[in-house]
């Protein structure tokens, strides 16, 4: 296993459509939490002792509702990626929350983020569909619709190809009360990307086996159809990835899963030493999954 040396990228844009950068040697506190639910993924940082001028920036609250301001975080090791711009994304979303205080001699700027939160809270859809007109055509246009998201994979088994509507179709709403209906709890935002999967699907990414070697952290534990283990903080994970884990300890827990909550949470730091911890829970299914690359 080679993990060393964490370093991370954070780009914030703020009003006037500047781009901030920040990076080591900052020290950063993560706390991430993403799903494969069709609900806003959060996220909360700690940046220690910014200059006086970027905290000024940065600060978000009620009286900047009438802008956005986006967060992209990319985390990693230099022992395994060559530059900043090698990273993996292990965040992106919206500020609903930003401020700066003083605790003892740091300066402490803290943000709250959702991702997906608000285009799930303010696309709005109000268009007809034509009798005829492809099912698999109709769905991306209603995706299209989330404000400030991009379109990553829809299943061919919930939007078949060939499948066409058998009827006019009015729609008028919010876009995510139209996706739930017709994609229930298979479709979900993760990064800034939604994807429509089946039960029986799951993205190939390119970390694929979880064991000692890879940094699984003690035995993994079972709770109905899902498993959680800890693992040595790993960037490379997706939302709904197809994942293998090989557990010495307890070898009934292995297997083939789908990936479908991490959890990043502990210190990216050169002057603290502190943990960084992916949490993760896994979901067996009933059938083989399926890989859809990512």
């Given at each position: 296993?080679?993990?060393?040396?964490?370093?991370y990228?954070?780009?914030?844009?703020?009003?006037?459509?500047?781009?901030?950068?920040?990076s080591?040697?900052?020290?950063?506190?993560?706390?991430?939490?993403?799903?494969?639910?069709?609900?806003?993924?959060?996220?909360?940082?700690?940046?220690?002792?910014?200059?006086?001028?970027?905290?000024?920036?940065?600060?978000?609250?009620?009286?900047?509702?009438?802008?956005?301001?986006?967060?992209?975080?990319?985390?990693?090791?230099?022992?395994?990626?060559?530059?900043?711009?090698?990273?993996?994304?292990?965040?992106?979303?919206?500020i609903?929350?930003?401020?700066?205080?003083?605790?003892?001699?740091?300066?402490?700027?803290?943000?709250?983020?959702?991702?997906?939160?608000?285009?799930?809270?303010?696309?709005?859809?109000?268009?007809?569909?034509?009798k005829?007109?492809?099912?698999?055509?109709?769905?991306?246009?209603?995706?299209?619709?989330?404000?400030?998201?991009k379109?990553?994979?829809?299943?061919?088994?919930?939007?078949?190809?060939?499948?066409?509507?058998?009827?006019?179709?009015a729609?008028?709403?919010?876009?995510?009360?139209?996706?739930?209906?017709?994609?229930?709890c298979?479709?979900?935002?993760?990064?800034?990307?939604?994807?429509?999967?089946?039960?029986?699907?799951?993205?190939?990414?390119?970390?694929?086996?979880?064991?000692?070697?890879?940094?699984?952290?003690?035995?993994?534990?079972?709770?109905?159809?899902?498993?959680?283990?800890?693992?040595?903080?790993?960037?490379?994970?997706l939302?709904?990835?197809?994942?293998?884990?090989?557990s010495?300890?307890?070898?009934?827990?292995?297997?083939?899963?789908?990936?479908?909550?991490?959890?990043?949470?502990?210190?990216?730091?050169?002057?603290?030493?502190?943990?960084?911890?992916?949490?993760?829970?896994?979901?067996k299914?009933?059938?083989?999954?399926?890989?859809?690359?990512?």
């Amino acid at each position: 296993m080679e993990k060393f040396g964490r370093i991370y990228d954070m780009r914030i844009s703020v009003e006037g459509g500047e781009n901030i950068a920040i990076s080591n040697p900052f020290t950063l506190e993560i706390d991430i939490t993403r799903n494969a639910l069709p609900t806003a993924n959060v996220g909360q940082f700690k940046i220690y002792n910014l200059p006086r001028h970027i905290r000024d920036q940065i600060r978000f609250d009620i009286s900047s509702i009438n802008h956005r301001q986006e967060v992209a975080l990319k985390a990693g090791y230099k022992s395994i990626h060559k530059d900043l711009n090698d990273l993996p994304m292990i965040f992106r979303g919206s500020i609903s929350w930003a401020y700066s205080e003083r605790v003892g001699t740091n300066w402490i700027t803290i943000i709250e983020c959702y991702d997906g939160g608000f285009a799930l809270s303010t696309s709005k859809i109000s268009t007809e569909f034509i009798k005829g007109e492809k099912y698999r055509s109709a769905a991306e246009k209603v995706l299209d619709m989330l404000e400030g998201v991009k379109l990553g994979k829809i299943s061919p088994q919930l939007a078949p190809e060939d499948r066409e509507l058998k009827r006019d179709h009015a729609l008028n709403g919010k876009v995510s009360d139209v996706l739930n209906e017709n994609f229930g709890c298979n479709w979900f935002i993760d990064n800034g990307i939604v994807n429509v999967l089946a039960d029986d699907e799951g993205l190939e990414g390119v970390f694929k086996t979880v064991d000692a070697s890879t940094g699984l952290l003690g035995t993994p534990i079972r709770s109905n159809t899902l498993i959680d283990f800890d693992m040595i903080f790993e960037p490379r994970l997706l939302i709904n990835q197809i994942i293998n884990l090989r557990s010495t300890t307890d070898p009934a827990f292995n297997g083939t899963f789908k990936l479908v909550q991490i959890i990043h949470r502990g210190t990216i730091s050169d002057a603290v030493c502190g943990e960084l911890v992916t949490s993760c829970r896994v979901y067996k299914g009933i059938s083989k999954l399926k890989a859809v690359e990512a």
